[in-house]
């Protein structure tokens, strides 16, 4: 019986291996000689809601052309972190941050700073799908140059290359001033991808953008964030391992153990999901805990 037991145990999948073998079976756009001063870096960031410290020293660099992924158990400042990004926490009148946000090598917090420039060029893609109700696609894709008083020569060209870029093209091309919100939930989230895309942003940051789609309606999503990694900076929280493993050329591993939000380690996907140096990073990969 016991024999019969331990071939039964030895048949059972790894789940650190199945991650890792995801992880390695795309291509990696990791740059082992990043230079300091490209891409955005967050310098020792510690951030506040009134008097509770939800995140401790955070240091951690995103690689132009890459994606990051950021995991870890709810509640640990991953969504707080990435909004410290782009100083989109600051519309939440407790909020507070220490440390350095610098995108191209310039701290986004220094003083005189125009914030909603930096909002267009850090890009946010929420949890849920939040196109503008009252305005048609073809409005909500354009609405962030009224926003920023951009002018570009041609608009019509401008749409259509933003819908294509979020895969959404030939879906809509015949519905442009029917209103976002008639479209379903996949569609207007990759609406809201084409939306930030119309400002040329640097850097995108999503946060769970996957969460309330449909499995048919993610892998939509996943592909475009794969295909958009090769032209811009992109940052995605997410709380499927799947998904990072299938995404991600960098995973940054959260927790917050009783405290503050720490980053417990950073590294290619690959190494997080085969090799974490971090006990505890192992045992949330593999589902011990989170």
Wanted: hydrophobic share 35%; charged share 20%.
């Amino acid at each position: 019986m016991s024999t019969i037991k331990g071939v039964e145990k030895m048949s059972q999948p790894n789940p650190v291996n199945s991650l890792a073998s995801v992880a390695a079976s795309r291509p990696q756009h990791v740059d082992s000689k990043h230079v300091a001063g490209t891409g955005l870096e967050a310098r020792n960031i510690h951030a506040w809601f009134g008097d509770k410290h939800v995140i401790d020293d955070v240091t951690l660099d995103f690689y132009p052309g890459t994606v990051t992924a950021l995991i870890g158990p709810s509640g640990c400042g991953k969504s707080t972190f990435i909004r410290i990004l782009n100083r989109m926490h600051e519309f939440i009148p407790t909020a507070a941050m220490a440390g350095e946000v610098l995108l191209e090598g310039t701290d986004i917090y220094k003083s005189g700073t125009d914030v909603t420039k930096i909002r267009l060029g850090i890009g946010m893609v929420f949890q849920k799908p939040n196109p503008f109700p009252s305005m048609t696609i073809k409005e909500n894709v354009l609405s962030g140059l009224k926003l920023a008083q951009l002018k570009v020569a041609n608009q019509s060209e401008l749409l259509e290359s933003c819908l294509i870029r979020a895969g959404l093209w030939n879906e809509v091309k015949d519905r442009l001033d029917e209103y976002g919100g008639a479209l379903s939930g996949g569609q207007q989230q990759r609406l809201c991808i084409a939306r930030s895309l119309a400002v040329s942003p640097q850097v995108l940051l999503m946060d769970e953008p996957c969460s309330a789609l449909d499995p048919g309606s993610t892998l939509r999503i996943e592909e475009t964030i794969r295909e958009l990694s090769a032209s811009m900076t992109i940052v995605i929280v997410t709380h499927n391992m799947q998904q990072a493993a299938r995404v991600s050329d960098r995973t940054g591993f959260f927790l917050s153990d009783g405290g503050p939000g720490r980053l417990i380690e950073c590294s290619t996907t690959s190494e997080i999901f085969s090799n974490p140096k971090d006990k505890r990073t192992e045992d949330y990969v593999t589902g011990r805990f989170g």
